[in-house]
């Protein structure tokens, strides 16, 4: 089974809610868990934040952020997470955003993915992968990577249902 199915049936179990504000996924991250049944009842909807544009007008992200440290960033990817979250009130929320490939981008190598994701107590976990592969498959790693990262989280979640 797929990470994102496991995390889409665990949200179900819990009664968490989730949502995504997505760059180099594209909406796959929403359309892979949009493929659980059952998910209407934690997944309302999510945020596709392909431009610095839109990731400032969809989910506030400050322009300055961008800036400062570019699209493919930490700081961004946090900032995304957490714009995601406050616009639906989700309990989880994550942010992703990097170079899919096949080149570069902001001095980052294709593969370059950080995730960010805003936990229900406020805080936010971001961590950078290098993955390996063509586009698509880098992509198709990084939602993998985002549940992962949010079931590990949730493992270690002490809030009450």
């Not at 989910?59 to 997470?81: D, H, I, K, R």
Request: aromatic share 4%.
């Amino acid at each position: 089974m797929k990470k994102i199915e496991q995390l889409g049936r665990l949200l179900i179990e819990k009664k968490q809610s989730i949502t995504a504000a997505e760059s180099l996924t594209a909406g796959m991250f929403a359309s892979e868990l949009a493929n659980v049944s059952g998910i209407s009842t934690v997944f309302s909807g999510s945020f596709v934040t392909y431009s610095a544009v839109a990731k400032e007008q969809l989910v506030n992200v400050p322009m300055a952020l961008v800036e400062e440290y570019g699209v493919v960033s930490a700081q961004v990817a946090q900032a995304m997470a957490k714009g995601a979250q406050a616009r639906l009130k989700t309990d989880w929320a994550i942010g992703l955003t990097g170079v899919a490939g096949p080149d570069g981008l902001e001095n980052h190598p294709a593969g370059t993915v950080y995730i960010g994701v805003s936990q229900p107590n406020g805080q936010v976990k971001t961590k950078l992968f290098n993955l390996v592969g063509d586009r698509m498959s880098v992509r198709q790693q990084a939602v993998e990577c985002g549940a992962q990262l949010i079931l590990e989280l949730i493992g270690k979640d002490v809030t009450k249902d």
